[in-house]
């Protein structure tokens, strides 16, 4: 049989669902509901299946499989994720992986890469794809948490740049530690009632907007007839954002109501975007409290190690504190968007430590070439 995959190809497939089929058997051991501790089971089942499948493709290509064994790190550290962070994390942190290997296996089948096997190769496809139904309510879970923080992470993330960009050019120039956090302290101050007011009137500005909408909405049904105001409230709900099939499913419904603007807006809120729910109040809170939180980060090793490490050591202990906040923002940033979690990382932690070393760069050269420093 001529194959159009290489042993590499062959070899690193068959270890990946021999992987994968560890991976929920060790999760069905330590899982305690019952319904989930099943579908792991089954799910474990179809893993042993596409195993079989590839060592079967390996066979007819001469390839010797016997010395490849499942990842115990991934194995591990999938447990270790279920135990600290729960399911719907670890399914979410696994949804990357799984696209990869959907997209994988789909131009194999495009391309017909194993011959007469394809079909086979095609079902096993359709399994991938399903794995994920499986755990749909976990991952909503997973969602629903991400989007009551997100304005927390963006705050925070907010705070970490600016305070340490502005400590990073003041670190070269500045002798005196407590000097520097006086600074961060004011920079941090403005920014968190900066961020705080501009999160309360974006979001303020978009439930205006749609409470705008509506009342206008309410005053053209007024006169229209059944019809008629099926039809425009069918085109509200899709501006709204609700596909158009359950906007015609739930317009005629609403037409008649003799609270109009009220339904629509429950019925609508699922399609709306995060600012347009969210309160004012809350989303200038959070986000200028972790503002506030990520700047305090970033001058905290100034007045308790400045005098010990000066304050070049105590912008490394900064940069570091950054770096890992950062990491763990891109981290939960590219699982909710089920982006590429390494590339979300490393872009959120260069773009901080881009920003410090410019404003320090800055910061060196005045100190160098105009002789300034502040005591």
Do not use: C
């Not at 062959?10 to 099943?38: C, F, G, P, Q, S």
């Not at 991400?146 to 305070?163: C, F, H, Q, T």
């Not at 053209?220 to 509200?236: F, G, I, Q």
């Amino acid at each position: 049989m001529e194959l159009k995959l290489s042993k590499d190809e062959i070899l690193e497939n068959y270890k990946d669902e021999l992987t994968d089929a560890e991976i929920y058997a060790a999760l069905a051991r330590v899982e305690n509901n019952d319904k989930l501790r099943e579908e792991l089971l089954k799910l474990s089942q179809y893993e042993v299946g596409h195993a079989e499948f590839w060592k079967f493709i390996a066979k007819q290509a001469g390839i010797d499989v016997s010395g490849i064994k499942p990842s115990r790190f991934s194995v591990t550290f999938s447990v270790l994720i279920r135990r600290l962070l729960g399911l719907g994390f670890l399914v979410k942190l696994r949804e990357s992986a799984e696209v990869e290997a959907i997209k994988r296996y789909g131009e194999m089948v495009r391309k017909r890469a194993l011959g007469p096997y394809t079909d086979r190769l095609r079902e096993i496809l359709l399994d991938e794809v399903l794995h994920e139904e499986v755990f749909k309510e976990e991952a909503s879970r997973f969602e629903a948490f991400i989007n009551n923080i997100r304005d927390a992470m963006y705050g925070m993330s907010d705070g970490l740049v600016e305070v340490l960009a502005a400590v990073a050019g003041l670190a070269p120039v500045v002798t005196n530690p407590i000097l520097i956090t006086l600074a961060g302290l004011i920079v941090g101050t403005a920014g968190t009632l900066s961020m705080a007011v501009g999160a309360y009137m974006s979001t303020k500005a978009q439930r205006d907007i749609r409470e705008t909408m509506l009342s206008k909405i309410d005053i053209e049904l007024e006169n229209l007839d059944v019809e008629d105001r099926t039809r425009r409230v069918k085109d509200a709900l899709s501006r709204m954002g609700i596909d158009e099939k359950t906007a015609s499913e739930v317009a005629p419904s609403l037409s008649i109501d003799v609270n109009i603007s009220k339904r629509i807006t429950e019925v609508s809120e699922v399609g709306l975007s995060e600012e347009a729910l969210e309160s004012p109040g809350r989303s200038a809170l959070y986000t200028g409290i972790f503002y506030l939180i990520g700047a305090l980060l970033v001058i905290a090793p100034f007045p308790l190690l400045g005098h010990l490490i000066g304050n070049v050591g105590s912008l490394y202990v900064s940069i570091i504190l950054v770096a890992l906040a950062q990491a763990i923002s891109g981290l939960l940033t590219a699982i909710s968007g089920s982006g590429r979690i390494a590339r979300t990382m490393i872009m959120n932690v260069a773009l901080s430590l881009g920003a410090a070393a410019a404003t320090y760069t800055i910061g060196t050269v005045a100190h160098q070439l105009l002789h300034i420093a502040i005591t």
